[in-house]
């Protein structure tokens, strides 16, 4: 818990700076305007429409019938006279294409009801026995109700959402200012963590230094307090530099979570970094060691807690340095599916 010398960005990791002056509006103002809509930004899920069911395939049935041929209207009995034939002949081929249309047309509705029919069902086997569609069948309503698409993916693993690994702690679901993890303890450079959870950060640590990296542990636990100076550092500094207090709160929360809302407060998250005073931003997502956790952090339990694209929902930035116990199962999940913690909960959400 070392007081940290860091370069002057400090995202949401640094337990940097201290606080070289305390803000004079300090807890006064709580950021209502810079309530991140994050959460309603929710993953969309896409209902497709079943395809019609190819109408030419319908339409070939149709075609051959032979009774399908135009009706005689009027017409004279066959004498064998050469000029009715011709009249004849050239009034087919617009009754039939007229007909070839009504058929491919109501081939075509027949055909949609029959593969909806056969969504719903789900059995591929019934496609054997199904009648063929008859173009006589009056489609009742065109708009068929979409069959439920399939939400849930079976390969789900069976975790429970309520379990302090998957507790999401964010802005808008605070831990709370006197929230302390039950038992805290060393994982290197001064830093602790909850003893849940550090001996899976340790292991990691030491086979990542193992794999040929350095490994400096640039924040692990912060109490509420630790967090609350970072936080107002960075409205002071920003109003100082000219930015409303709105502005800075903004600005602030997309790299520090909000003082009581930190899962550094929660005890089950880790900045990791190559060596003491490494920026951090975004693009150091490129360096070994940013690549060694992303591909490896998944079996020690920890996942990216805020990944790449993910700003919309989880409220902060890239950080590929932030590493957030969830547990093995729900850990392999999220990083081969490329998912935050907010989408994975919604996953077992009704
Ligand atoms: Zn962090």
Same mark, same amino acid.
């Given at each position: 818990m070392a007081p940290t010398k860091d370069p002057v960005t400090t995202p949401n990791g640094a337990s940097t700076r201290t606080p070289a002056k305390k803000p004079a509006n300090s807890a006064a103002k709580a950021p209502e305007k810079a309530k991140k809509t994050a959460g309603e930004k929710t993953p969309v899920k896409t209902k497709k429409r079943a395809? !019609?069911? !190819?109408p030419a395939v319908e339409f070939a049935t149709y075609a051959k019938a032979p009774a399908r041929t135009p009706p005689a209207e009027k017409s004279a009995p066959a004498e064998g006279r050469t000029p009715v034939k011709r009249r004849r002949k050239r009034h087919f081929p617009t009754v039939f294409s007229r007909l070839m249309v009504l058929f491919v047309v109501l081939a075509a509705m027949a055909g949609t009801m029959y593969a909806l029919l056969r969504l719903m069902n789900g059995g591929a086997e019934a496609a054997q026995t199904a009648p063929t569609p008859k173009p006589t069948v009056q489609p009742v309503a065109t708009e068929v109700p979409a069959p439920t698409p399939e939400p849930t993916p079976s390969d789900l693993p069976d975790v429970d959402l309520n379990s302090w690994e998957l507790r999401l702690v964010r802005y808008e679901y605070p831990l709370g200012e006197d929230f302390a993890p039950p038992e805290l303890v060393d994982v290197g450079d001064g830093q602790q963590m909850d003893s849940r959870v550090a001996p899976a950060a340790v292991q990691l640590i030491e086979d990542a230094k193992a794999a040929g990296n350095t490994v400096w542990v640039c924040s692990g636990y912060r109490d509420y307090d630790t967090q609350h100076i970072i936080y107002w550092n960075h409205i002071y500094e920003y109003t100082q530099e000219g930015m409303t207090e709105e502005e800075a709160h903004a600005k602030t929360r997309l790299a520090v979570n909000y003082p009581g809302s930190s899962e550094h407060q929660y005890g089950l998250s880790v900045d990791i970094l190559e060596y003491n005073g490494q920026i951090m931003e975004p693009y150091i997502c490129d360096e070994p060691l940013m690549v060694w956790l992303k591909e490896h952090c998944a079996e020690y339990g920890f996942v990216i807690r805020y990944p790449d694209n993910k700003t919309d929902i989880t409220g902060v930035e890239y950080e590929p340095w932030h590493l957030r116990y969830v547990g093995t199962e729900a850990a392999a999940y999220m990083m081969e599916h490329d998912l935050c913690l907010e989408e994975f909960r919604q996953l077992y959400e009704p």
């Open positions: 395809p !019609a069911k !190819a």
